[in-house]
């Protein structure tokens, strides 16, 4: 389950650097659930593959999941006040520094997502906007017990692009902020970068025990 877990937010932040993407005129709700479902397929059809080469299954994140992420958005809303006056290239060198430490989380916990039941996409409702639109999920537990996740979206030039999670109530975004906003606070965003790029700056999983 925390497992699991892990690999749903990860699909958050794990964007870093790509190229230009297409439009996607998919809705929200509909880039989750067939991303998941794509996945799941994708990963158990080649799993004997991706375990034997690790590499491979990052090619697969970065092919298919950076493309639906706002990650400079995302990037400047855990950076918060610390962030203000960064240039775009400071940015991206935070963004991507997360994205690394993150995906490389990734590549263990994909593989451990096998079953499609164990992930359910729910109606959507609520006052939803092109500034944010909220997508509820469930991921379930073997005893048939649930954990809510939410996923939080914004209209851009591209389509729907994802940039905050919520697990029982607990932002990735707030979460991440209050890790790392001090130590940008303290030493610059620069000396932040490098410090999660060379590992002295580590990032908590936000799941619960």
Request: glycine share 8%.
């Amino acid at each position: 389950m925390k497992k699991l877990l892990t690999l749903l937010l990860l699909t958050l932040p794990g964007a870093a650097l790509c190229a230009e993407p297409a439009v996607d005129p998919r809705e929200p709700d509909q880039i989750i659930l067939e991303t998941t479902e794509t996945l799941r397929e994708t990963v158990n059809d080649r799993r004997a593959e991706f375990e034997e080469n690790p590499e491979l299954l990052k090619q697969l994140v970065n092919r298919d999941m950076l493309p639906l992420i706002d990650t400079g958005y995302s990037a400047r809303l855990i950076l918060g006040r610390a962030g203000r006056g960064a240039s775009p290239e400071q940015v991206d060198r935070f963004a991507a520094a997360i994205s690394n430490v993150l995906l490389a989380r990734y590549a263990d916990g994909l593989l451990e997502f096998r079953d499609g039941g164990q992930f359910e996409v729910l109606p959507m409702k609520g006052k939803n906007s092109e500034r944010m639109t909220r997508v509820r999920t469930r991921v379930y537990s073997e005893t048939g017990t649930f954990t809510p996740v939410d996923f939080a979206f914004r209209k851009t030039e591209t389509g729907w692009k994802a940039f905050d999670v919520t697990v029982e109530g607990i932002s990735y975004v707030m979460t991440y902020r209050n890790q790392i906003g001090p130590r940008v606070a303290e030493v610059g965003i620069d000396q932040a970068s490098e410090d999660i790029e060379s590992g002295q700056l580590s990032l908590e999983n936000l799941c619960p025990r």
